[in-house]
């Protein structure tokens, strides 16, 4: 006898179709992707439970990498008085932005980067900057 595709019969335990018909039971679907097969321990739905796994695990990269920008954007002393490249090359005095973006590539300007191209100075660091020259 083969196993009807009804979802009328409500058990406790779920049986997927393999186990359903060799038992000779019928078949319900199941209740939520993460249900197991009594007999087998086999998934419901195995692409189902892993879309649902990879959306609980996109959401918590999400807020881990959020909270690490939010950390690394803010400077030790809490000011968040920050500062275009423009602007940084009048605060620092110096001749031209050609002339900044040599200092930060040699390591001598602390800038924060936003993205591959846009960058950010704080005006706490500047400060520091200008006090050891």
């Known amino acids: 006898m083969w196993p009807s595709l009804t979802t009328a019969k409500k058990d406790a ?7 359903a018909f060799e038992r000779d ?4 679907a199941p209740a939520a ?12 739905n195995p692409c189902e439970l892993l879309r649902v796994e990879m959306k609980a695990l996109r959401g918590e990269l999400t807020a881990m990498t959020s ?10 002393n809490g000011e968040v008085d920050t500062m275009t490249a423009g602007e940084a090359v009048t605060y620092l ?5 050609r002339a900044l973006y040599q ?14 191209r846009r960058m950010r ?4 660091e500047l400060d520091a900057l200008l006090a050891r020259r």
């Open 13 to 19: 335990a779920w049986f997927c179709l393999p186990c």
């Open 25 to 28: 039971r019928d078949y319900r």
């Open 33 to 44: 992707p993460d249900v197991h097969c009594s007999a087998c321990g086999g998934v419901a």
């Open 67 to 76: 909270a690490r920008t939010a950390d690394q954007a803010r400077p030790a």
């Open 93 to 97: 005095r110096l001749p031209s932005i």
């Open 103 to 116: 200092a930060v590539r040699r390591g001598q300007v602390p800038v924060h980067r936003l993205g591959s």
């Open 121 to 124: 100075f704080y005006r706490a």
